[in-house]
């Protein structure tokens, strides 16, 4: 694998995929997004014996999308690391809790940001179950929420600038992953 451009030291790096998500190198993260090429990620979407699903407010200060709700916890697996065993990571380092996740389903999705910077994903989805407390990173996420489908579907509807792009995106896929399964992730 080869890097696009020399990392700094302590920046992140992603790893860069084809259409079908074959490793094809690696690039630092912020290179990638302001690139646009094709990346790994995840989405974790954790819900509640109530069926309720958790969802964060991204933190103010994040890079892009700061402030908008979105699901539980996303992110970038590194290098060699595998995406369920980074879906763990970073539950645990912005949510503070771990919880058994499965794997749903994978999509790409592409979107262009008003600050110059591209998502570009091949993006991996888990679904997880969590009844405990936990305590959330606060430099990665400023607010969290249960809430049911019907109430965020009603809350999406009324105010869809309140949302990440991506989460408006997953979140079709999600009820119809859903939905073919009885209604229980």
């Keep these: 694998m080869q890097s696009l451009t020399p990392p700094q030291l ?17 690039a630092p993260k912020l290179q990638a997004h302001i690139d646009g090429v094709l990346h790994r ?13 958790l969802l964060q407010q991204r933190a103010i200060e994040k890079y892009h999308s700061g402030g908008l709700w979105t699901n539980s916890c996303c992110s970038h697996p590194m290098p060699g690391e595998s995406t369920e065993a980074a879906a763990h990571r970073r539950l645990v380092e912005e949510m503070g809790f771990d919880c058994a996740l499965d794997h749903a389903f994978g999509f790409v999705y592409r979107t262009d940001f008003e600050n110059g910077l591209t998502e570009h994903e091949y993006d991996h989805v888990f679904f997880g179950h969590y009844e405990g407390d936990f305590q959330v990173n606060y430099e990665e996420v400023a607010s969290t929420r249960w809430i049911t489908l019907e109430d965020l579907d009603a809350w999406m509807t009324a105010k869809p600038e309140d949302f990440t792009f991506w989460f408006k995106h997953i979140y079709e896929q999600v009820k119809a992953h859903l939905a073919k399964k009885g209604g229980h992730a």
């Design 10 to 26: 302590d920046e992140p790096l992603v790893i860069l995929v084809d259409q079908n998500d074959n490793e094809i190198g690696v």
């Design 41 to 53: 990620a995840f989405s974790v979407f954790v819900f509640n014996s109530k069926g309720e699903l």
